[in-house]
């Protein structure tokens, strides 16, 4: 439409489709014509009913972030809970999933044990790896793409598993808790609670869970770090916790606080990367080569803030 009269006859074909009961139709052909795009302000009754729960906006760091990102997309998903169809596969969302649950399974397992990743010998690294994966994915029959799946899956974990033990030889510090969750129920740590206002009387209240916690006690003090396991490609800078787009690491240094009282320094926040490193190079090399090539990479990626005190 370009502010142009309409004619009499499109008029008539309007109104008969009304009349004669294709308004849904019709309205649909001819909703552009009448939208002011004007979007309405929510009440603010309407988001405390949609969003808070006793008067908390309860919830994970990551939505922080996601609110920060797209104030839309937050109110269709969090709000609306909107939700794509879900289809059958195992894409990178499933394989990190399994590789979260497989090292968790093996962090508890040595937790029991009263050991650390640098006691496993290499012998012992493989056969664990594979229980853990059997625990995850189930022992039953598998066909070829299950089978090729296992195996991939089974070869980054191991790989996986293999730097862990190295990084864990190279360090002072052990590891304390795995999976230790913060504000989800009574066996958890307590969450973190961010007050609204003086004038509202409304908090957010974040809870999570942290992949792993390491402690160290020696000379220095007492210090603890916290890891969060990753299998993408998941950095952080220190504009992006500034603007509050990178909020998880910090959130999960704000736990450890809380929860032991200051009673332990806070070491540092890091990543650590769950998949098999892949490794370019200019030439053909042989199987011994690559593998040298390999070990020369770091244990645990440079992507990490240290928060000391």
């Given at each position: 439409m370009k502010g142009d009269s309409i004619a009499s006859t499109w008029w008539s074909l309007y109104n008969w489709g009304l009349e004669s009961g294709y308004g849904g139709e019709v309205f649909f052909a001819t909703r552009g014509m009448f939208d002011s795009n004007t979007v309405p302000r929510i009440e603010q009754s309407i988001v405390r009913g949609l969003l808070l729960r006793s008067d908390a906006l309860t919830g994970s760091v990551t939505r922080l972030e996601r609110y920060h990102r797209c104030p839309y997309s937050f109110y269709a998903q969090?709000?609306?809970?909107?939700?794509?169809?879900?289809?059958?596969?195992?894409?990178?969302?499933?394989?990190?999933?399994?590789?979260?649950?497989?090292?968790?399974?093996?962090g508890e397992y040595l937790l029991k044990q009263g050991r650390q990743w640098r006691d496993l010998t290499e012998e012992e690294q493989e056969s664990l790896c594979r229980e853990a994966a059997d625990?995850?994915?189930?022992?039953?029959?598998?066909?070829?793409?299950?089978?090729?799946?296992?195996?991939?899956?089974?070869?980054?974990?191991?790989?996986?598993?293999?730097?862990?033990?190295?990084w864990s030889k190279k360090s002072e510090f052990s590891t304390t808790e795995v999976e230790q969750s913060f504000g989800m129920g009574e066996s958890s740590w307590y969450p973190v609670c961010i007050p609204l206002g003086k004038?509202?009387?409304?908090?957010?209240?974040?809870?999570?869970?942290?992949?792993?916690?390491d402690e160290y006690r020696g000379p220095l003090g007492h210090y603890a770090a916290v890891i969060d396991y990753k299998s993408g490609g998941t950095t952080v800078r220190a504009d992006e916790i500034y603007y509050g787009l990178k909020l998880q690491l910090m959130t999960y240094l704000l736990a450890l606080e809380k929860n032991t009282q200051d009673r332990i320094g806070t070491a540092a926040a890091l990543y650590t990367y769950v998949r098999n490193l892949q490794v370019k190079l200019s030439e053909v090399v042989n199987h011994r080569r690559a593998e040298e090539e390999k070990n020369r990479r770091p244990t645990v990626e440079k992507q990490w803030i240290l928060c000391r005190r």
């Open positions: 969090y709000a609306l809970r909107l939700a794509p169809r879900k289809v059958k596969s195992f894409g990178a969302p499933e394989i990190g999933t399994f590789l979260h649950d497989t090292l968790r399974y093996l625990a995850v994915m189930g022992t039953e029959e598998r066909d070829a793409y299950e089978a090729q799946l296992y195996t991939r899956l089974t070869s980054t974990l191991s790989a996986t598993v293999a730097r862990l033990v190295d004038n509202y009387g409304e908090s957010i209240v974040l809870r999570g869970q942290i992949d792993r916690v």
